[in-house]
């Protein structure tokens, strides 16, 4: 019976606090709100008022219905929206939207039946754009439109595969037309909006392609021409080896088309020139000095110990006479109390006399024992200080230095160049100071035998020939990187072609430049040198081309 009454308890009181809570949040200033535009039909204003009901409450019921039903009507009028946009023709205000229909309420049959709608409309619209117009670059973009809506719309797919077709045949004779009239870059993004968008290259393609852009890697490779270099005659052999390395200069990651020549046709490039100034290895020497300290001989010496010892004998001894002193004296104090004893009269007492002779007696045992124990003690004594040496032999100890030397070898190369446009003769460096330094270091010193230190040669961790290949090394690197400005800068000035040449609405110029640009480096990252997205957005919205990479990419 009381549990029964208990479980009805708990359930009245879960009820009470369940209509507790539904009251409170009805009471709500955003519920009472959105109530009121409810019942005036502003169904968005009340769903906003809803929503932030909701994040305050978020576990009331009455609020989720409330929001979902304000959802159901806002969807429900914003696919109406879009379908009277669409039969309207303004396409993207239909797109905009059924979108945002979609996110709202992706399952109200109202918005499922207006997608449709609307994807359909997209679908007549790139038909249209494809029959009326011949324009297939807008009629495939709005069928992929109808597509990214809902793909099963009506007449979706049977329109996007006719454009679809139309395009690449449309694509595969720009291709053809730009190729004859030596628009090669044209050509080649027509071949590959081609491959993008079959899915796949034709081996007729893949060659055209890859010839296409085994050209433009020519046309964007960037040449260093090795001119005219002075050197003084003892450093002309060292200005050979510098100048054979720079032949040999390994491309710098901005620069992977850097060509080194001796002499060059043609640009784009720089040609070098200069001089070598010096070209020297210089020996520096400073000493220190170690401190060692080792026996260089004994000496005799008194043993601090030994005169303690002694004493200590001594001492003893003069104990040991004075006890048998009192020995002496006090036989002689026996012999005449009992003298007394022996003698006593009638009138003496001979108890008291016979006391003291007793007590003689026993002070004389006692100082017996202790000349005993005194004699053993001496003779100890006597052991320690015979086996106490009286003299003791020290070490003789020695301090000196060992001279250390301390030996640098460095190498510096110092040279300055001059860098011109190959092909406007245009100056790029005048003078530039390059240098190259490296240095190894090492010690050594003659020993110290007497100390057990043995002599350390001089080592150095590099030859000579390492210290200069190291020092010409850096030198190259130095000048590696300026190479790598010349090419950024060149790169900038070929987007800047293409940028000036889309602002005229010459397509297939800026196409060109463009094209150069990304061959200059086609394995870096556009964000390096399109840092605006520029370039990036004319190759989409002139060519449907996302990713401008592709174009540098072989075709396999």
């Known amino acids: 019976m009381y ?37 005036e039909g502003r169904w968005h204003e009340a769903m906003m008022e809803y929503e932030d009901a909701a994040k305050r409450h978020p576990d009331n019921r009455s609020i989720q219905e409330r929001l979902e039903r304000a959802r159901r009507h806002v969807a429900s009028d914003m696919a109406e929206a879009a379908v009277g946009a669409a039969q309207a023709r ?60 809902d793909a099963d719309g009506p007449n979706v797919r049977t329109t996007r595969n006719r454009v679809r077709s139309a395009y690449l045949d449309s694509m595969r004779e720009q291709a053809d037309s730009f190729e004859i ?12 909006r081609v491959s993008e968008e079959a899915g796949r290259t034709d081996m007729a393609d893949r060659e055209r392609m890859n010839n296409l852009r085994s050209e433009f890697r020519n046309q964007a490779a960037f040449t260093v021409e090795i001119g005219r270099f002075n050197a003084p005659r003892r450093l002309r052999g060292a200005m050979g080896e510098i100048e054979q390395r720079l032949l040999g200069l390994e491309p710098p990651s901005e620069c992977p088309n850097l060509r080194v020549v001796r002499q060059a046709r043609s640009g784009p490039g720089a040609s070098l020139s200069g001089a070598l100034d010096e070209y020297e290895i210089d020996t520096t020497e400073r000493t220190r000095r170690e401190p060692h300290e080792y026996q260089s001989g004994t000496r005799t010496v008194p043993n601090p110990e030994w005169p303690g010892k002694k004493k ?17 004296r006090l036989m002689q104090e026996v012999s005449e109390r009992q003298t007394i004893v022996v003698e006593a009269g009638p009138s003496d007492n001979v108890e008291i006399l016979r006391s003291n002779l007793e007590d003689s007696r026993e002070r004389l045992t006692a100082a017996r024992e202790d000349a005993q124990a005194i004699s053993q003690e001496l003779a ?26 301390e030996v640098n070898r460095s190498f510096r190369v110092e ?12 100056v790029f460096w005048e003078r530039r100071l390059f240098v190259g330094e490296s240095s190894t270091e090492g010690e050594h010193h003659d020993g110290l035998p007497q100390a057990d230190v043995a002599p350390v040669p001089l080592e150095l961790p590099l030859t000579d020939q390492e210290l200069r290949d190291e020092g010409v090394s850096k030198l190259l690197s130095e000048i590696r990187d300026d190479i790598a400005d010349l090419c950024r800068a060149h790169q900038e000035v070929l987007r800047q072609e293409g940028l000036s040449r889309a602002a005229a609405d010459d397509t297939v110029s800026a196409t060109h430049w463009f094209v150069l640009a990304l061959f200059m480096n086609p394995t870096g990252d556009m964000d390096d040198w399109d840092r605006d997205g520029r370039v990036r957005r004319f190759f989409r919205e002139t060519w449907g081309l996302e990713d401008p990479s592709k174009l540098a990419e072989s075709a396999n």
């Open 3 to 39: 549990e029964n009454n208990f479980r009805l308890f708990a359930c009245l009181l879960v009820v009470a606090i369940a209509t507790l809570l539904a009251s409170c949040a009805t009471r709500d200033a955003s519920v009472r709100k959105g109530d009121d535009l409810s019942e």
């Open 90 to 149: 303004r396409l993207p205000r239909a797109k905009q939207l059924i979108e945002d229909a979609i996110a709202i309420d992706s399952n109200s049959q109202k918005v499922i039946e207006a997608r449709r709608m609307v994807a359909g409309a997209w679908a007549a619209e790139a038909a249209s754009l494809l029959d009326e117009d011949g324009d297939v670059n807008r009629a495939l973009a709005a069928a992929e439109t109808a597509r990214s809506i």
């Open 312 to 328: 200590a004998v001594e001492d003893k001894q003069q104990d040991l006479d004075a006890t048998l002193e009192d020995i002496q």
């Open 380 to 405: 100890d004594l006597h052991e320690v200080l015979n086996q106490t040496p009286e003299t003791l032999e020290e070490p003789v100890m020695t301090r000196e230095d060992v001279v250390i030397t």
């Open 415 to 426: 040279t300055h160049l001059n860098a011109r446009n190959l092909d406007t003769n245009e």
């Open 181 to 192: 009239a030596g628009h090669k870059a044209s050509a080649l993004l027509a071949l590959v």
